[in-house]
């Protein structure tokens, strides 16, 4: 079964730095998505971006970018000039079959 | 992306009572399904709701504990039965889009708590 890992359970940042989130996932597919959500004190899941594995490139969403290593099986989220909005749980999550979740790390924006 | 609502935002059930969750959408889609957040945890998968036949349910999830419908293209009801305090959680709905290459867009949650 496929597994994802954040190693990260907790992350504090000031304000306007950089932050890199970490993820690594198992699977023994060739063809899946990578995604990255959000999930704000409000609860609401927001899709912050995502990754097909048959591209190299790596995706950019504004102040959001990916370093996908399809060899390593790693895939971390950087968030330039960090938002106290940027405040939440950040979920990384694998597509196969069906969704499947990493643990997520709690990311905290400090004034 | 379409726009997801629920119903209820949360709810405190007695235990051996049921709780039925709606999930609605604002445009037809073609993949609707429910998971389960546990307190301090990550999502889980329950179940894939198909339109017009019986749901398909992850390893751990039967029917009889969380039946779930889904009549049309828009709606979907999941209902958490037989409550224990076990089934305190965040339950969210999610939806695909057949334009949305494979992303899932989330409702805001039903957050219930059995005492």
């Known amino acids: 079964a496929q597994t994802v890992t954040q190693s990260q359970p907790e992350m504090s940042v000031q304000e306007a730095e950089t932050v890199t989130l970490s993820c690594t996932y198992d699977t023994s597919e060739s063809n899946y998505y990578l995604f990255w959500y959000k999930q704000p004190p409000s609860r609401q899941m927001i899709l912050v971006i995502r990754q097909e594995a048959y591209k190299q490139q790596n995706a950019t969403e504004n102040r959001f970018s990916v370093n996908f290593q399809k060899a390593a099986k790693s895939f971390s989220l950087k968030i330039s000039d960090s938002q106290l909005g940027d405040t939440a749980m950040y979920f990384c999550a694998y597509l196969s079959q069906k969704l499947v979740f990493g643990q997520g790390t709690r990311l905290t924006i400090n004034p | 992306s379409a726009v997801i609502s629920q119903k209820p935002s949360r709810d405190i059930c007695q235990r051996g009572t049921s709780l039925t969750i709606q999930c609605q959408v604002d445009?037809?889609?073609?993949?609707m399904f429910w998971y389960r957040q546990q307190p301090g945890q990550s999502l889980t998968l329950i179940a894939t709701?198909?339109?017009?036949?019986?749901?398909?349910?992850e390893s751990g999830f039967v029917i009889d504990k969380f039946p779930i419908s889904r009549p049309n293209l828009t709606f979907s009801t999941l209902t958490v039965s037989n409550m224990s305090p076990e089934d305190s959680s965040i339950y969210l709905c999610?939806?695909?889009?057949?334009?949305?290459?494979?992303?899932?867009?989330f409702g805001p949650g039903t957050r219930l708590t059995v005492l």
């Open positions: 999610s939806v695909e889009e057949a334009k949305s290459y494979n992303e899932q867009f």
């Open positions: 445009s037809q889609v073609t993949m």
């Open positions: 709701a198909n339109q017009g036949s019986e749901a398909t349910y």
